[in-house]
C-alpha cells in the first residue's frame, strides 16, 4: 500500500530564505515559498497505513521550524559563523551578514539546496515514524516553488 499527502492542497508549506556559497546567482541571499509532499509505503495496519492527520502534524512540526527563517548550513565548510547574545554573524565569499538569533534556523546540510534540505526533512520525518513498524518506506519532495523540487526516500527498516 502507499500513501500520498500533496503538500501545496494541505498546507504543507513553509517560507524562508537562504543562500548557496558555491552557486553564482544563489549565493544571493533570496527565499522560497517551499511545501513537501509525503509518501509512505507500509502495510494495512487497523484499514490504514497512518492517519493523514497525525503524518501531517508529525511533517508541521519539522518543518514549521523553518517557516519565516533565514536557513544557514551548519555543516558548510566555506562559510563562516559566529553567535553573540542575540545575532549570527555569517560570513562567505566576501559576504557578511548579520542576523537576529531568532531569525534564524540551523541546517544540518552542507548546502541548503532543495535536494539536501528533502534529506534532512525526511531524517526528522523518520525518527517521528519510527515507532510505526508497518511503514516501510518514506519519501519526502521539497519543492521550491510549484513545478520545481527534489525528492529523497529511505527504507524505514535501516
Known sequence: ????????????????????????????LHGHDYCIDITVEGSDNGGFIIDFDILKQHAREVIY?????????????????????DSVNVSYNGKKHVFAKEDVF??????????????????????????????????VCLYEGPGQGACTSRDMND
Open 1 to 28: 500500500m502507499r500513501l500520498k499527502v500533496n503538500g501545496w492542497d494541505t498546507g504543507l508549506r513553509f517560507s524562508a530564505a537562504h543562500f548557496i556559497p558555491s552557486h553564482d546567482k544563489c549565493s544571493r
Open 65 to 85: 521550524k523553518m517557516d519565516h527563517h533565514v536557513l544557514v548550513p551548519s555543516l558548510q565548510t566555506s562559510i563562516s559563523y559566529s553567535l553573540t547574545d
Open 106 to 139: 540551523f541546517v544540518d546540510v552542507d548546502v541548503t539546496s532543495s535536494e539536501q534540505m528533502s534529506a534532512f526533512i525526511l531524517e526528522k520525518l523518520a525518527s517521528k515514524l519510527r515507532r510505526n513498524k508497518n511503514i516501510s518506506r518514506l519519501e
